[in-house]
């Protein structure tokens, strides 16, 4: 069915008197629609949502704990030292003159002598000998120098030894028979009960001084 058969004649010929726009102006007739709308149309509203974060709890890790720090001690102060002295040599120990030894003549002269020293000699002479361990004591076999029933003591008994026929030493004083005793103890022994004592060393003229003999003589000159 065509156009002119739905319509009547006089509604057809009113539309054709309408006249149609054209292309360009159905575009611009467009365009100004959209505007107007676009226009008249309500802003959109942008919601502008915020998220909240919830902050998630942190567990916090215990820091370890902090070591004590150790003290330092504090350095000590260096003592100054005091500047070397400067050695001095000692001077050279002198070397001690020996004392002559008194010998085996018993005609020299002897210095004077001091009993208490010869009593202390007689104790503790030399090398482990004493005079008193053997003559000043009541066991034999050595003659006493105390006087007996017989004899007077030694320090008189010196002048009846060197008048005696048997006499064979070279002593002519009393004094020269205690020397002659005691550095040459072999030139004249006594016979009788003493004759088998035993002998004295020999060389007590080379360990003894002239001072020595002297202090002894003396000595033995108090005992009467």
Known sequence: MSLDE???????SIIHQVRLPSRQQIIGMIWITLFLVGCVAPAATSTTVTA???????TATPAPPTATPTPIPPTPTPTPVPPTATFTPSPPTATPTPIPSVGTDITIELPPGDPERGLDLADRLVDGYC??????????PAPNFAA???LPAIGERGAIRIAAADYTGAAT???????????L??????????????????DFGERLSQQD????????????
């Open 52 to 58: 909240t974060l919830s902050p998630e709890p942190v």
């Open 185 to 202: 103890p072999d030139a004249y022994q006594v016979e009788g009960r003493w004759a088998d004592y035993a002998e004295m060393d020999e």
């Open 6 to 12: 739905l319509l009547p004649i006089r509604h057809w």
């Open 148 to 150: 007996s029933d017989e």
């Open 131 to 140: 005079c008193t361990d053997c003559h000043v004591s009541s066991r034999p």
């Open 173 to 183: 004083t009393p004094e020269q028979y205690l020397f002659e005793s005691i550095v």
């Open 213 to 224: 003999v002297a202090d002894l003589i003396a000595w033995l000159l108090t005992l009467k």
